[in-house]
């Protein structure tokens, strides 16, 4: 592999297809399923403006097992849109058989953006975070499951022990090949483990600005599958991979900052915490009950959300909390204005980024126009406190199903406030299927159907 080749926002005047044969136009859907269109080498001098085409229906209504679903103002027959890749984002996967990828905006005929995009919907709510003077960025942790074997035998490719020598060197030449391979694309990481699960590995990506962060984590997704197959293993991103196994999260580290301070950091403060900051963790203590099924959205999201998984199973926050939905983390002693930063642990790789991460800003963003009050800090795990502890302190439980989170959704006036009603009805429609096809299947058949989907 070669040195990354980023392009620069002239797109291809500056021979930003320089090496490339073939260009993946990368976009990932309301069920949190990557998809793609390929361009040739001959279509690559008008792919700026002119993209790959897509069915508007295909764009937003396609379920997670791929029916393709209707709705009253998305009619499943008609209507095309273009994918237009963002050439700024641009990683070159394969230098060698020059196979290059770059995330799209999903774009009417006349070129502006539709409303059923997702990433345009993240940039929206960023546009708000502009004019209240915050500068976010936000950082992924990628947990996923590897297995050796086939799709319909796939036995998990190690035993442990968790964060364990063992597994770092039964997978060694995989792993240094994903560093490689993921450096090669451009994507900064902080730190690859062998999880806490059979079979689970991680690989925490450095923070970046919340849209780059989305695309980042497709891409890495993408790379991680790559590598993988390569060394004959499969991968699931999948939230419940196997049931009575580990699950895999996808935790959203956030930052902001603003007069170039960090807002979760002030040693003047009792908590430690700005006061803006502590509005944000408010915020979303406030909203994410009803915005959760943007979070994961899978049947086995919920499956996952299960107290002592380190899943934050409870709505309350916490420093240095694993069972708490949001994890205060406070930085190391002397770098807590760089370091300081708020992770919302009930995320998973089943959500489609783009929303979870405009869905987590929106909520952060609501805490401070309504100068919310942050709760009491709980010291310990929540689940060991009793029903009336708990209900004393404010701590709560999500639905405990996608179909109760999704009229939760539906209800939500911060949802429907910030999201396109066009694309919250696609998204409903999506994610209504799911739970009506799978949501009474046992937990064991629902993990086999949806295991490699992600
Ligand atoms: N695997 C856990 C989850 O489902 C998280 C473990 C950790 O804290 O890294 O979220
Ligand atoms: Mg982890």
Redesign the pocket.
């Known amino acids: 592999m070669t040195s990354p080749h980023k392009a620069n926002e002239t797109g291809t005047e500056d021979g930003v297809f320089d090496g490339v044969s073939a260009l993946l136009v990368a976009y990932i859907d309301n069920a949190g399923l990557a998809r793609s269109k390929v361009l040739p080498r001959a279509r690559l001098d008008t792919a700026a403006a002119g993209g790959a085409t897509i069915s508007r229906s295909v764009a937003s209504l396609l379920a997670v097992d791929d029916a393709v679903l209707s709705t009253p103002n998305i009619d499943a027959a008609i209507g095309d849109l273009r994918c237009i890749p963002d050439l700024g984002a641009l990683a070159v996967l394969d230098a060698e058989r020059g196979l290059a990828w770059a995330p799209s905006d999903l774009c009417r005929l006349d070129g502006a953006p539709d409303p059923i995009c997702q990433r345009t919907a993240l940039k929206d709510v960023l546009a708000t975070a502009e004019v209240a003077g915050f500068d976010f960025t936000v950082g992924f942790?990628l947990?996923f499951s590897v297995f050796r074997g086939t799709k319909d035998d796939p036995v998990l490719a190690h035993a442990g022990p968790g964060y364990g020598n063992t597994p770092f060197i039964e997978l060694e030449a995989f792993h240094l090949d994903l560093l490689e391979a993921l450096a090669a694309a451009g994507v900064p990481v902080s730190q690859l483990h062998p999880?806490?699960?059979n079979g689970q590995l991680?690989v925490s990506l450095e923070p970046a600005d919340p849209v780059t962060a989305a695309d980042q984590f497709l891409l890495a997704r993408l790379v991680i599958a790559r590598t993988a197959q390569a060394h004959g293993l499969l991968v699931s991103f999948s939230p419940v991979p196997v049931p009575g196994e580990?699950?895999?999260?996808c935790?959203i580290h956030l930052s902001a900052r603003r007069d170039g301070r960090n807002v979760f950091h002030d040693p003047n403060s009792p908590t430690g915490i700005g006061v803006a900051g502590e509005h944000m963790i408010a915020g979303v203590l406030a909203h994410v009950g009803d915005t959760v099924a943007l979070l994961g959205g899978s049947v086995l999201s919920f499956t996952?959300l299960r107290p002592h998984?380190?899943?934050g199973s409870y709505i309350c926050w916490g420093k240095g909390n694993?069972e708490a939905s949001v994890r205060y983390m406070a930085g190391q002693q002397g770098r807590e204005d760089a370091q300081a930063n708020m992770e919302l642990?009930v995320a998973d790789a089943a959500a489609n980024p783009y929303l979870a991460v405009a869905a987590f800003l929106a909520m952060a963003l609501d805490g401070v126009d309504k100068d919310l009050t942050l709760s009491p800090e709980i010291t310990v795990d929540p689940d060991t406190l009793t029903e009336a502890e708990r209900a004393e302190r404010g701590v709560r439980t999500f639905s405990p199903d996608l179909g109760q989170a999704l009229v939760a959704l539906e209800s939500s006036e911060l949802v429907t406030r910030t999201f396109h009603p066009l694309l919250l009805e696609a998204y409903l429609t999506v994610r209504r299927h799911e739970w009506t096809t799978y949501g009474r299947m046992v937990a064991e058949e629902v993990a086999a159907r949806l295991r490699f989907r992600y």
Not at 246 to 249: I, P, S
């Open positions: 942790e947990e999880e806490y699960g991680e580990a699950t895999n999260g935790h996952r998984s380190w899943a694993r642990k």
